[in-house]
């Protein structure tokens, strides 16, 4: 069994904090190539196209002519690291 989503807010959390503490915002602004911070990318649906690129004769298939598929994506964790240890945050809500 796995406890998804356990450590997800702790490593966002330190990847904030580590990245506020290394870099100034000119820095942050100024690094074109630099990856994302890590994040959760919201759920959405997203456009997939299949099949072949190109014909027998290595011209392009037009993408209208090939197959398209919708697909539901859920929430996605973007560059969050799993194999550090993170202590576990539980947020106790109110029962009303």
């Given at each position: 069994m796995w406890d998804v989503?356990?450590?997800i807010g702790a490593a966002?959390?330190?990847a904030y904090l580590s990245e506020s503490k290394s870099t100034t915002t000119e820095?942050?602004?100024s690094s074109s190539?630099?990856?994302?911070r890590p994040h959760i990318r919201k759920a959405h649906?997203?456009?997939?196209?299949?099949g072949k690129m190109k014909d027998?004769?290595?011209?392009l298939i037009p993408a209208d002519k090939r197959k398209f598929e919708l697909k539901w994506l859920p929430p996605i964790a973007?560059?969050?690291?799993?194999?550090i240890e993170l202590p576990v945050v539980?947020?106790?809500?109110?029962?009303h």
């Open positions: 989503g356990v450590r966002l959390k330190q820095e942050r602004l190539h630099k990856p994302h649906w997203h456009g997939f196209r299949s027998e004769n290595g011209n973007v560059n969050v690291e799993y194999d539980i947020h106790k809500a109110k029962v």
